[in-house]
């Protein structure tokens, strides 16, 4: 099985599956977190890197270096075969859904807390 890594372009993804074994394992880690560290939408290029190894059945796409939970539900959504999570991400999974009055009164909450820990008087 081939894990080819750090990938960033639909280019790169274009040329890779180009010469990958079409009876070998591989994974193909794009690093969608790090696009959209630059500002770029990683959707459309992710979408994109799917399209390239569409002829490769034994080729799969992994989403890497996901910043939010909104990247596992994205990544689900386009099509993508693998995501990586971190701990910290996957416990963010217990937001989906909540109320986000309640959510918003629970961040008011919290910083007032901060401020009074740290000695702040309003």
């Known amino acids: 099985k ?17 010469t990958l074994d079409p009876g070998l394992p591989a994974v193909v880690s794009v690093f969608a ?5 630059t500002g770029r939408d ?7 890197c799917l399209d390239a190894l569409r002829e490769v ?5 992994l989403w890497a270096s996901p910043r939010e939970f909104l ?17 910290d991400l ?3 999974a217990e937001l989906i859904g909540k109320d986000l ?3 918003s009164m629970e ?4 910083f007032y807390r901060d401020a009074h820990s740290a000695g702040y008087v309003l």
């Open 2 to 18: 081939v894990n080819v890594t750090a990938l960033m372009t639909q280019k790169q993804v274009e040329v890779l599956s180009e």
């Open 107 to 110: 961040t008011v909450q919290m």
């Open 42 to 48: 990683p959707i459309p290029i992710m979408l994109s």
């Open 71 to 87: 990247n596992i539900i994205q990544a689900d959504e386009i099509g993508c075969h693998i995501i990586t999570v971190t701990p």
């Open 101 to 103: 009055d309640d959510f």
């Open 90 to 92: 996957l416990k963010k």
């Open 57 to 61: 059945s034994s080729a799969e796409l």
């Open 33 to 37: 977190g790090r696009i959209a560290d």
